[in-house]
């Protein structure tokens, strides 16, 4: 059965899409079958793979029932299937407010796929509304992402809030998996003084792995290629966070994969 990691975040700007984006890529390149879920209306993630703004069916489509997630699902150029968002899901998550069992649409919507990837990404929405409780729902990990500021800490106790709701609830087998650290400049007083305050609250769930805070994530974004290969350097990042997460999945084949990525081999693994 794939595995299914919830990613996010209790508000924008945390390098939450850039960090499913990278983790999926590098996954990918680790030679496990990939699959990515964008469920914020903006569609940040569906641009960043480089999917057809006018691609149909989309995440809206197999949420209110017509369509199936298979049929869904679109290729990225580098390989990674997408189920697209755009503006539209917005209404289907009110549409999903006033429906019996509404927190498990996604989950039920997705088990078709469990076969045929190893690990589905669901990028959450910037906020923890009904989409974000779906995601919960559907995941067996979570993943938090935390920018370098002050109110990080903050935001990353209101999404432990949501997720022990989901816990409670309607998934009790949901593992916190731990908090990436994003957006970081460590030269700073502010960057690893924020760090610290992480530390204090979630202890080891702090990921080791720092993502470096640069423009030319929004460059890579604009272009729609990877910061894997727009600046390997960066990239270095977040190929050292896809080994710890990749780690604490329990997939040591693929961090035996990845391994001669993290040693500056390049390439992409055969599966």
């Not at 760090?195 to 640069?214: C, F, H, I, N, P």
């Amino acid at each position: 059965m794939a595995l299914k990691l919830a990613v996010l975040s209790q508000k924008g700007g945390t390098g939450k899409t850039t960090a499913v984006r990278h983790l999926a890529d590098a996954f990918r390149r680790a030679g496990l079958g990939v699959a990515a879920v964008d469920l914020d209306p903006q569609g940040n993630l569906s641009d960043y793979f480089d999917v057809d703004p006018e691609a149909e069916p989309t995440v809206r489509d197999v949420l209110v029932g017509a369509a199936k997630a298979k049929a869904a699902l679109h290729v990225a150029p580098d390989g990674v299937s997408v189920i697209p968002a755009n503006l539209q899901l917005a209404e289907a998550e009110v549409a999903l407010a006033g429906k019996m069992g509404r927190e498990l649409t996604l989950r039920k919507a997705l088990k078709p796929l469990d076969d045929a990837f190893d690990v589905i990404f669901l990028d959450c929405p910037p906020n923890l509304g009904l989409l974000t409780v779906n995601a919960l729902v559907a995941a067996d990990f979570a993943l938090l992402a935390a920018e370098a500021q002050y109110f990080a800490r903050q935001g990353v106790e209101q999404a432990l809030e949501v997720i022990e709701l989901a816990r409670d609830g309607l998934n009790p087998d949901l593992v916190w998996l731990g908090v990436a650290f994003t957006i970081a400049d460590m030269r700073t007083v502010h960057s690893r003084d924020a760090q610290t305050a992480l530390k204090e609250v979630v202890g080891d769930k702090l990921l080791d792995a720092v993502v470096r805070q640069s423009i030319a994530y929004a460059e890579s974004a604009e272009r729609a290629v990877s910061i894997i290969d727009h600046r390997p350097d960066l990239g270095d990042d977040y190929l050292a966070l896809a080994d710890e997460v990749l780690e604490r999945l329990g997939l040591p084949e693929a961090r035996r994969r990845l391994a001669p990525l993290l040693d500056g081999g390049g390439g992409s693994p055969a599966r």
